[in-house]
């Protein structure tokens, strides 16, 4: 049985017990093509770690190309397709630091929003207000980009000042509140979104200047050339460059500075803070909490309170 046919069959076996497995079919696909879609008895381990060492540095992509292959080869072993697995026996370890989140300054925010013109030019593919729209609320919501781009004009309640998100990551939806000032900021971008089409509520809320969805690949390539206009960038090279997904992390971290600094119970807040990101347990949300300089400083703070009996 050829590669390919195994493959198809275990994204839809995967599929059936209730994962979306988009990205493990996307290692699976690039595997395909790496083999020349052989018959998958023929495929010859030196191959495989071809196709795991690729052609850069080591790195945590290593070990989830390993564990997407290995759940392949086991599928297959167990009916009959292949006698043995050709991946090698341990797992290689990363050469490369794990990455750590960039958490955004508000100087550096204001200087990302104020770039957004000469990055989103008049020839470019997305409209710069569109662009500062959709930045704005991947801050203000703390969303996910793929939840952002899948929004229709259905999901946002106006009236009430919230934003459904559907069937996203781990199969849930939820309803995440808009301050005031996202609010009314979605509301005049609804307004403008609506004018030059029907009034279809299933219009994607962010579009390309003719009118199709926008696409991940896009904003980030359109981010990327935003935080070179904005000066905003680190050391370690291109691999360790700011994320537009950061925005998310720094929008937990800026919360939970604004909650110590106003003395808030964050015992009573960081379970509500995890259902507002949509993360499945309280340790996911204290993932995002990079230690930046100044909330280490405002815990220390709290705790020098808690110390000498200022606060519980």
Known sequence: MKLSAVVSLYVVHKRALGYRFRSDEDILQSFCRSVDDLPIKKIDPKAVLAFLNGRGPVTDYWSKKYRTLLGMYRFAIARGWVAAIPLPSTIAKSTVPCFVPYIYSHDELKRLIAAIPAACGARASIEANVYKNLLLLLYGAGLRIGEALALTIADINIDEGYLHIRDTKFFKSRLVPMGKDLKGLMTEHVAKRCEPYSASTQLPLFCFRDGSPLT??????????????????????????????????????????????????????????????????????QRYLTMTPELLRQASLRFEKYATGGCK
Do not use: C, M, N
């Open 216 to 285: 991940q690949s896009a904003v980030r390539s359109a981010f990327r050339r935003l935080r070179r206009h904005a000066g905003v960038l680190r050391e370690g090279g291109t691999r360790r460059q700011p994320r537009i997904h950061d925005l998310r992390h720094t929008a937990a971290v800026h919360r939970v500075i604004a909650w110590y600094v106003s003395g808030a119970d964050l015992q009573d807040l960081l379970p509500k803070l995890a259902t507002y990101l949509g993360h499945v347990s309280l340790s996911s949300t």
